[in-house]
Every structure is written in structure tokens, then in C-alpha cells.
Nanobody
Framework: QVQLVESGGGSVQTGGSLRLSCVASGRTFSGYCMGWFRQAPGKEREWVASIYANRIYTSDIRYADSVKGRFAISRDNAKNTLYLQMNSLKPEDTALYYC???????????????????WGQGTQVTVSS
């Protein structure tokens, strides 16, 4: 059974930092684009960041404009774990953050449409002013 389990969410003040983790199990995610989406109350789910990796290389790191320069995505293929380092957090970053994976490139149509093969349950991030 394939699972993506997020952790690391919490409550911080404006300007604070959090590091989200997503542990994948049930299969290897080599050859998958993996990334983070978020959904704030009353809003649609939005893509945050993504990264592609196979057995040879890691590439195609992308960020939404709203988080560029503040967030950093990375993955440890040996540990089957995806990370999101979030710095300089703002109240508008408050949302439920989801880990996702798709067996395609990060520039694929389904991924850009917000679709994935696997989703985690989400971890809450709350930033207070």
C-alpha cells in the first residue's frame, strides 16, 4: 500500500520557519515528480513547489511565485522523503499542506492541473501576525 505521510506543520509567528517532511512508503518514487500543494480555508488548492528525481539525477525544481525565495524543496531518495523548508513565513501561508507524487515530469499537464497519483493527508501550517 502506497502512503505519503506529512509532518512538521505547526503554529508560528510571522517571519518564523518550519520544515515539512513527507515520508513515502510502499514503493520507490524514482522517476516521479513530487511536490507540495496547499489549501487555505475557503480557497482552492494551489501548487507550491515540485521536484523531479530518478536514479541518476534530481532536477526541475520549481516554485510558485508566492513562495519563491522563501521556500526550498528537496528530497532524499535514499530515505524516500520529501522536504519543504519554509522561511520568512507570512499569514497568507496559512493552509493545509499536502504532499503529492505523480509518475510524470513536473511539467506534465496533469501535474500542472493539480492532479497526482498519490496524495498525503496534509499537515496544518498556521502563521499568526
Amino acid at each position: 500500500q502506497v502512503q505519503l505521510v506529512e509532518s512538521g506543520g505547526g503554529s508560528v509567528q510571522t517571519g518564523g520557519s518550519l520544515r515539512l517532511s513527507c515520508v513515502a512508503s510502499g514503493r520507490t518514487f524514482s522517476g516521479y515528480c513530487m511536490g507540495w500543494f496547499r489549501q487555505a480555508p475557503g480557497k482552492e488548492r494551489e501548487w507550491v513547489a515540485s521536484i523531479y528525481a530518478n536514479r541518476i539525477y534530481t532536477s526541475d525544481i520549481r516554485y510558485a511565485d508566492s513562495v519563491k525565495g522563501r521556500f526550498a524543496i528537496s528530497r532524499d531518495n535514499a530515505k524516500n522523503t520529501l522536504y519543504l523548508q519554509m522561511n520568512s513565513l507570512k499569514p497568507e501561508d496559512t493552509a493545509l499542506y499536502y504532499c503529492a507524487a505523480i509518475q510524470r515530469g513536473c511539467d506534465s499537464g496533469p501535474w500542472r492541473d493539480g492532479r497526482a497519483d498519490y496524495w498525503g493527508q496534509g499537515t496544518q501550517v498556521t502563521v499568526s501576525s
